[in-house]
């Protein structure tokens, strides 16, 4: 698991995710119009690949715990 790499996603997405739920809330982007278009920004931004190092980390998590 690269925390680095983990970590300068993260903050990326955060950046973005922050930026998309101000815009929805106060009314200027409209949530079912521009859906798509916050997701590919997030996608751009390392999303994909985040969910991977995620997944790959609770693998081998769950690979080192007894029982699980």
Do not use: C, H, M
Request: glycine fraction near 4%; hydrophobic fraction near 40%.
């Amino acid at each position: 698991f690269s925390t680095d790499e983990s970590a300068k996603i993260t903050s990326a997405i955060a950046e973005i995710d922050n930026d998309w739920l101000v815009k929805f809330l106060v009314g200027e982007k409209d949530i079912d119009s521009n859906w798509d278009s916050y997701i590919n920004e997030l996608k751009k931004a390392g999303l994909d690949r985040w969910t991977q190092l995620v997944q790959q980390y609770l693998e081998e998590t769950k690979a080192e715990v007894p029982g699980v």
